[in-house]
């Protein structure tokens, strides 16, 4: 099993910034990848980044540019950096990781910037 933790969401003006992190407990070293995804009112959940052990990331078409997704394997800590925060980007984020076949996620954070 793995539990996460996160934390670093709040209410944020459009163009600032917010550094959302997920903390891994638990059976860490079968984790293979850690992301982030989102789900804004009325949407479907959609992934923003995702990072593999090895260092590879994939961002959504959305926020690259933006948002930079970053791994300290030492801590199981997976980081994901926002900058120029549009209303948009409003929405729960929640971490997730993918270990030996299974999805783990976190709890949720609520990100807001209001238009």
């Known amino acids: 099993q793995v539990q996460l933790v996160e934390s670093g969401g709040g209410l944020v003006q459009a163009g600032g910034s917010l550094r959302l992190s997920c903390a891994a407990s638990?059976?860490?070293?079968?984790?293979?990848?850690m992301g982030w995804y989102r789900q804004a009112p009325g949407k479907q959940r959609e992934l923003v980044a995702r990072i593999t052990r090895g260092g590879s990331t994939n961002y959504a078409d959305s926020v690259k540019g933006r948002f930079t997704i970053s791994r300290d394997n030492a801590k199981n800590t997976v980081y994901l950096q926002m900058n120029s925060l549009k209303p948009e980007d409003t929405a729960v984020y929640s971490c997730?990781?993918?270990?030996?076949?299974?999805?783990?996620w976190g709890q949720g954070t609520q990100v807001t910037v209001p238009s």
């Open positions: 997730n990781a993918l270990g030996w076949g299974t999805d783990y």
């Open positions: 638990g059976s860490t070293f079968s984790i293979n990848a």
